[in-house]
């Protein structure tokens, strides 16, 4: 009969002998085929397994990778939620279901699992045109990058989300860090393309009448395009905020008629009152001339004529 010592070294030839067998330490009566490695070789969180016994403490085997053993019930449902209003289209309900998910797993003692925090940031960047909400998407897809494994689905989705924003001024060398940032858009943001940029008009309350429809056209006409960019340009130039709304008070106006046998007709004006602000004084001056004098208003209506351009 072998002794303990002979034993041990007739394993170790074995594996000399048998490398591809992949040999690791001998067997013991706990693990008789040698087969839970060592705990730095064991998988983190989202990557690969086979079974529970290769995943790190804490960690569970599901569907062939490990995850999380202990979650909390609220913040997944607030996630939940948020996956829903993300899919619909309703990102700013989706980003307060997230920030929700994520106060709940703090308010539990729980580290934020890298999957909710990588869906926050993917609604974040969606707003990304407002600047606050692209600082932030950084900083949570940031979080999301240092807890995924390079290589994961995770992994790569938040660094495509991060390279959106290059343009909004993100300076790549924070995400190199281990640490969170204070500020991640450092960089100053690169100017929109002109051509790209976008002028719409909206009325609150929209008007009933059919002829009002001949006021957002005139708004949409190809001379009044240079005009109301150059106002963007000097916004964005002042701001570096790509989005220029001005809302402009209009109504109609009865010109009563010089001719007994012509009748009364209506006109478009403007709240005498100027808006606040160089842009918003810009883009009155730019659209007055269009909208007043317009003799294709047949009905009358006071609203407010949001003018936005990005």
């Known amino acids: 009969m072998l002794s303990g010592s002979s034993r041990r070294s007739t394993v170790l030839v074995g594996c000399v002998l048998a490398a591809a067998s992949a040999c690791d330490t001998p067997a013991t009566a706990s693990d008789p085929q040698g087969l839970t490695p060592r705990a730095e070789l064991k998988s983190r969180e989202y990557e690969s397994c086979a079974g529970s016994v290769q995943c790190a403490d804490g960690l569970r085997c599901f569907d062939n990778v490990c995850l999380r053993a202990r979650r909390s019930v609220l913040g997944d449902y607030a996630a939940a939620r948020g996956d829903l209003l993300h899919a619909a289209g309703d990102d700013t309900a989706a980003i307060g279901a997230y920030a929700e998910a994520v106060s709940r797993y703090s308010g539990e003692g729980l580290a934020v699992v890298a999957d909710i925090e ?50 909004s001024g993100l300076d790549p060398a924070h995400l190199a860090k281990t640490q969170p940032a204070d500020l991640y858009l450092t960089r100053a ?20 009448g ?65 808006p606040p602000g160089e842009a918003a004084a810009c883009v009155r001056a730019a659209v007055e001339p269009a909208l007043t004098g317009l003799k294709t208003v047949r009905e009358t209506f006071t609203t407010t004529l949001t003018i936005r351009i990005e």
């Not at 943001?189 to 009933?208: E, F, H």
Request: glycine share 2%; charged share 25%; hydrophobic share 40%.
């Open 210 to 274: 059919k002829s009002f429809a001949t006021v957002t056209a005139r708004l949409a006409e190809p001379d009044l395009r240079a005009p109301l960019i150059a106002c963007w340009d000097k916004h964005y130039a002042a701001t570096r905020k790509p989005v220029l709304a001005v809302p402009l008070a209009i109504k109609t106006k009865i010109i009563p008629s010089e001719y007994d046998d012509e009748p009364d007709r209506l006109t478009v004006v403007l709240d005498p009152a100027p």
């Open 118 to 167: 990588c869906r926050y940031g993917a609604a974040l960047i969606s707003l990304r045109s407002d600047k606050e909400k692209a600082e932030l998407a950084a900083r949570v897809l940031h979080r999301c990058l240092l807890a995924a494994p390079a290589g994961s689905d995770l992994y790569r989705t938040a660094m495509h989300h991060l390279a959106t924003l290059h343009d």
């Open 189 to 208: 943001p690169a100017r929109p393309d002109a051509s790209n940029v976008k002028i719409s008009a909206t009325a609150s309350p929209t008007p009933t």
